[in-house]
Structures are given as C-alpha cells and as structure tokens.
C-alpha cells in the first residue's frame, strides 16, 4: 500500500494472527497478559479473484480458512477515497481463540490515540509504568490513529472496539471465543447459519488525526449515506447539491437534533467539539433554521454564546420553519 509516493507499511497488511485465549476467570471481559507467547498455526489460503476493476471502483475478495473457520474479506477502494476498506464475514467456529489484524506501518509515533466517547484519548506506545503496562488491550469507539506530525495512519472500525498498539504497528481484535458466562457465544454451528459481518478500515494520511479528518471518516464508515426514493407533490426548488445542515467547522460534531420537550415549534441541537480545539458554531444548510440559544442538559435556558471551548458537549435550541412537505412513499 502506498501513498502520495510513501509505502504505508513495513510488512504485509491485514496479517490475520491467532492465539489461544484462555486462562482467564472472567473469559469474556479478560485477555491474557501474555497471549502473545501463545500463537497458534496461521491461516490458509482458499482463493481469491477481482469482483470489480475499473476506475470508479476496485474490489478484491480474499477467502481464507483457519481450522474450522472460514473467513471471506472484499479489500474495497474507491475512486477519490484514500480510505481502504475491509468487509468481512466470518464463518466462526473456535474455542478459546482469538483472531486480531496487524498492520505494521512504516513511521514511529510516541502515541496512540484512540477515540472514546465525544472526544479522543492518547496512551504511550512505550509504556512505562504499571499502570501503563496493564493496558496491553485498550478500548476505542470509531477508530485509533499513529502519527508522527508530517504524515500517519488511522484503523476505521465499524463495530471492533479493542485495541493494541506500538510505536509502529495497529492491531485490531476482530473475534474471541469464550467458554464463560456462555460456551456457545459468538459461534456458527451446523443448525445456526449465523455470520460475522464487519467492515474495518485502513486510512493513511498527511498531517494530524485532525487535520486528516479522521472523527469525520470513522461516522462516514459507521453510518453510510442511504438513498431513498421519492415522488414529491411538485417540483421541489433544490440546488445542484447540499446539505441538510452544517455547523460551520470540521471539528464540530452532531450528536442530536429533535424537537424540544416543551415547545412543538422548537427544535434542539446538541453538538460536541471533536479535535480538542475551540470551536464557533455558525449553522448553515437547506433548513432556515433560527438563531441557536443555549440551554442545558435539560433544555432550559443558561447563560453562553455559540462557542464551544475544547471537547465540551454543547444544547442549544432553534426555532423551527414553516416547512412545505413532500408526498414521500
């Protein structure tokens, strides 16, 4: 994998390692400190062919069997994307295992930063004390970053939320198989036809996490856009394109807009700051919507203006249009 004439990875991608998963009293919340000593036979090769190569669109499918399991994966790029996805489905079928994807990239960063909820968390990637070093499996909701400052690369996720990191590789845990509170969790058999489905991703970027819109492209990957037809009454007036709503910056995030609790005519928007930087919220859009005021948690009125100082969880509220419907199916 490269970009803009830079190998992303020392290695090969997407390694797919296994190891045995036990020893642990409480099996499905604990991953043992020194899973690492214990790897077991890798994966194998079944096939592989292009499903589409043009330039719109590039799609590779990949399947691979270990032991029991099967693992089909379609490697997905897209033309204006540097966004490389994975979509995975899992025919599952171990005991006390665990399978994570390595990704060993080609920079050192001193840091790992993970997102958490409304914000992001950095950990070292040379850990130091004990503290430090407990965490060898970390938590991170939409996606987890190494950057040197001129260039790095994030791991997208769209339902994988453990972690490990160093100072030059990602790893994803995709899938475990405990035996405790539930021996049969998480696993295919002859009578249940149930699969893993899951789509993880590899984004390689200039600059900062930031800077490369990361928090934006981790929502992208959890929630794709859906197009839905419709006949309206008569010829609406649209522009070529736009948007429903924008709040005026990058690092602005829509957490919620629903109508108020007490006034129908009334609608409440709540926003987070994302990038750890303070933000001025300038609404924009397709919907005329009024000047936003400030309430609280409870959407009463508070003292406070349209900025919004690093990582804070913002309510305001607007007033809402008269607004022309469509005759939607």
Known sequence: VWYQGRAVLRGPGNQLQVFQDQGQYWDAWNI???????????FRLLDWQWLAWGPVRSHLRVIRCFQ???FTQDYILEAGSGVLKIATEVDWRETQVMVKANFPLNLTADQVITEMACGAIARPTRPQT??????WEIPAHRWADLSDGAWGVSLLNDCKYGYDAGPNHLR???LRSPLWPDPGSDRCNDTDPYRHRFTYALYPHPGTWQEARTVQLGYNLNHPPVCLPFTPSSDPVLPPMGSLLTLGGDN?????????EADSQTVILRAYEAHGKTAALTLGGLIP??????????????EGNTTLTPW????????????????AP
Not at 289 to 302: D, K
Not at 312 to 327: G, H, K, R, V, Y
């Open 32 to 42: 043992a400190p020194d899973y690492e000593q214990h790897p077991l036979d890798g």
């Open 172 to 174: 994803l845990t995709l």
């Open 130 to 135: 004990a503290a430090e070093q407990a965490k």
């Open 289 to 302: 919507l009024g000047t936003p005021e400030r309430r609280n948690i409870l959407e009463m009125p508070m």
């Open 312 to 327: 804070q969880i913002a309510t305001f509220a607007l007033s809402l249009p008269e607004l022309t419907p469509f005759n």
């Open 68 to 70: 029991a399991s099967t």
């Open 252 to 260: 602005l995030v829509l957490m919620a807009l629903k109508p108020s």
